[in-house]
């Protein structure tokens, strides 16, 4: 069974859905403002591998990822460029998905607009009004967390010290420095909807509450996004949840920062290097490696050392993949003990890298085989490697596996000769092959062909 740390629980806890085959998750998506960054990619990544896992074991998985077409950051952008806000959010939001597809991320099973939820939003900051958990000021509607008990339960920090903390700022519209805002009254320029209490927008802690909910129900499975969303944002989405009187999300997960020659990735340090420069100046496939080869809790480090050290890896990936397929092995079951042990990794908190230790002990043992002819092992084996990629979502290219039938004949003849002890005449379709750009090998089974 699949055990995962919950960032509630502060430990690893079984993974169990609510309704038994079928897990429902959100995950935090993008604010449209910008080209992508590492920590989107990575993010999206971990919770493709999560997705593709669950799928893969037989799960149903319902997958939503909301789009932040309105924020600060939008409307800013488009007063700095004299644009229009939407304008903006559309285009990002195409290069988000261009980006997305690059990298391999499946396409959510439902992927909600802030835009589109906006009257959601102002009911469910009725109802906090109502409940007296939430209070008109003057420049917009505040949410008061000390209302909600286990206030700091994500972020494991009590109230109190929360409060003790807080810079004290110059907020007459705030009661307390920890209220956060539900609905922003209109300024000048900005773009804005209709609400009891004035013309505005939601804030963005609100979109998501009711996007999940309303998409996945009370008690969905699993709520994820990056760590530095786990505070404020989703103490925040939880605390109106709870304060509406609704369960909200029963396991709550978050992956670990990009690292840049050991510098956090956080936007607000400036430092962060597109996505798409990356997927467009090496083997896009590289950044999903990466990510497996690091746990999703850690960091992972993005250079270019790193990049150019998984394209490698995945270059002889893909010429183990295209060495099975010309190898023309018979059909076989996975190797039970060797599924098993990927099982096991994946259901210890998504223990990635060992899954992938394993994956490239697995083609060692399978070349291997291949090399000494015993192809039954051979065949078992890879179609655990088969397995290992399916179910994290790695792609190998066994292009070029079509070995020509005009050169496989030749490989034929060439073992028709060396039976008829003709070596003269094996050796020369040898040295032609080779000439020709082959690896020409003597196995078990005979001479064997593979793209050098
Ligand atoms: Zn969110």
């Not at 499946?106 to 906090?128: K, W």
């Not at 009004?129 to 286990?150: E, K, M, Q, W």
């Not at 040898?430 to 050098?452: M, N, S």
Request: net charge negative.
């Amino acid at each position: 069974m699949l055990h995962l740390f919950d960032t509630a629980a502060g430990k690893v806890i079984p993974f169990e859905p609510r309704q038994p085959g079928r897990v429902s998750m959100y995950v935090c998506g993008p604010t449209v403002y910008g080209p992508p960054h590492l920590g989107h990619g990575r993010f999206s990544l971990v919770f493709d591998v999560l997705r593709r896992y669950l799928l893969w074991s037989g799960l149903e998985v319902d997958y939503v990822s909301n789009i932040t077409d309105i924020d600060d950051k939008i409307i800013n952008r488009a007063n700095t460029e004299g644009r229009d806000w939407s304008d903006i959010a559309e285009k990002c939001e195409s290069v988000w998905w261009r980006a997305m597809d690059a990298i391999g991320v499946m396409r959510p099973t439902s992927d909600p607009h802030a835009t589109d939820y906006v009257e959601q939003m102002v009911e469910l900051i009725a109802d906090l009004i109502t409940r007296d958990v939430a209070y008109v000021s003057d420049d917009g509607v505040y949410f008061s967390p000390s209302v909600v008990s286990d206030y700091g339960l994500l972020a494991r920090q009590t109230i109190e010290s929360m409060q003790a903390g807080a810079r004290v700022e110059v907020a007459d519209h705030k009661h307390s420095p920890i209220d956060f805002a539900l609905w922003k009254f209109v300024k000048p320029g900005e773009p804005s909807w209709p609400s009891p209490w004035g013309e505005g927008r939601p804030g963005w802690h609100t979109e998501c509450v009711v996007m999940s909910l309303d998409l996945l129900g009370d008690g969905f499975d699993l709520h994820g996004g990056g760590q530095d969303l786990a505070f404020p944002h989703h103490e925040n989405e939880r605390a109106q949840a709870v304060a509406a009187g609704r369960t909200f999300a029963r396991h709550w997960m978050h992956n670990g920062f990009v690292e840049v020659g050991g510098e956090k990735m956080a936007k607000s340090l400036g430092n962060f290097t597109n996505l798409l420069d990356l997927v467009e100046s090496t083997d896009p496939r590289a950044y999903r490696l990466l990510v497996l080869r690091s746990h999703y809790r850690s960091p992972v480090e993005v250079t270019r050392a790193s990049t150019d050290d998984a394209a490698a890896a995945l270059r002889r990936l893909d010429s183990f993949a295209r060495r099975v397929a010309s190898a023309q092995l018979p059909s076989a079951m996975p190797d039970p003990t060797a599924l098993a042990e990927f099982v096991r990794a994946m259901d210890s908190d998504l223990d990635t890298p060992a899954a992938v230790a394993q994956l490239f002990g697995l083609v060692t043992e399978v070349n291997s085989a291949l090399d000494s002819g015993d192809t039954a092992t051979a065949a078992a084996l890879a179609a655990v490697v088969a397995e290992i990629c399916a179910a994290v979502g790695l792609v190998l290219d066994a292009g070029g596996s079509e070995i020509p039938a005009e050169v496989l004949e030749r490989a034929a003849a060439r073992d028709t000769a060396r039976a008829a002890r003709d070596f003269a005449a094996s050796d020369a379709i040898r040295d032609a092959l080779i000439a020709e750009g082959w690896i020409v090998e003597d196995t078990a089974t005979g001479t064997q062909v593979r793209p050098a």
